[in-house]
């Protein structure tokens, strides 16, 4: 009875996390793994691309009916804007007291599961960065574990 009830609860786990919704998530654990950097040079754009080039962050309290989330990060914490753009993925929008821009897209594009066995999503995140009246814009490329 004891092994029965075991398969039972594992199969409902399981089958929980197969059928994982990237429009329902309420939190991401985010890695980029790939980054190019533009840079303009000579009055054009020259750009760099960096593989292995590791980061991380959590994208949490998301709520499409209020708009909201959080960035979760080692440099802390920060509110951004949620969009549903449904069938495209979720889109996340956050304005620095600077000024400067960032964009993170969890695609619905699924990925298979990492070693804890959520589901992955294919992710893009995007710095648009000017500096002293230099753009410096940067493109990251990796996957979010959906962790709710």
Not at 46 to 71: G, H, Q, R
Not at 98 to 120: A, D, I, S, W
Request: hydrophobic share 35%; glycine share 6%.
């Amino acid at each position: 009875m004891k092994k029965i009830s075991l398969v039972f609860i594992f199969s409902t786990i399981f089958y929980n996390v197969v059928l994982a919704n990237v429009y329902e998530a309420k939190s991401f654990n985010c890695t980029y793994y790939h980054t190019s950097i533009g840079e303009i040079k000579n009055d054009v754009y020259s750009v760099e691309s960096i593989k292995e080039n590791n980061f991380a962050f959590s994208i949490v309290n998301i709520d499409l009916n209020s708009k909201k989330s959080l960035m979760v990060g080692n440099n802390g914490t920060d509110e951004m804007t949620v969009i549903n753009a449904n069938p495209s993925g979720l889109h996340f929008l956050q304005i620095m007291p600077v000024g400067n821009m960032t964009m993170t897209t969890v695609y619905p594009e699924e990925l298979g599961f990492n070693k804890l066995g959520q589901k992955l999503y294919s992710t893009s995140h995007s710095r648009h960065i000017a500096m002293t009246n230099r753009s410096l814009p940067q493109q990251f490329y990796g996957v979010c574990a959906k962790t709710d």
